[in-house]
């Protein structure tokens, strides 16, 4: 009877192990990407995720570069503007349909004010490293590749 008792203790172990670890929260797939206006798209696909809302950040670090715009769509004879920056977003995505969430969080960086008037501030480049989406939920991180333009924007 004991043995019947711990066998069924056993079982029981290895199941309840199993379910936590079918259960474990984890990013399937993870991209980074630029819109067209300069914001750092991090789409995501994570799986093993329980029935509550998830809380998401974005975090990385952005170098950008601006020009000034003319009416006339040219760059007056001036030297580019650059600036790094921070960026970081974050969001509440609703409670996962069958233990899975695919979204996309957009983070960017602020255009500075720096052209005389009746000009206007162009983003010409702009590259964001060392990027990083964490469920803050589950303590769950990831990083996509870094990404960039893959031209500079001209007035035009």
Known sequence: MEKSYRRTLKYLGLLIAAVLVAAAPFFA??????????????????????????????????????????????????????????????????????????AAITAGVTTPEFCPSGQDEVLANVKYVSITIIDLTNSVTSSPPDVSLPAPITCS
């Open 29 to 102: 797939s993870v991209t980074s990407s630029i819109n067209s206006n300069g914001s750092l798209i991090v789409a995501f696909d994570e799986k093993g995720l329980g029935n509550g809302d998830i809380l998401y950040t974005v975090q990385a670090s952005a170098s950008a570069s601006f020009i000034c715009c003319n009416k006339g769509k040219h760059q007056p004879a001036a030297s580019n503007k650059a600036t790094e920056a921070s960026v970081g977003a974050a969001t509440a995505i609703p409670a996962p349909k069958n233990g899975r969430i695919r």
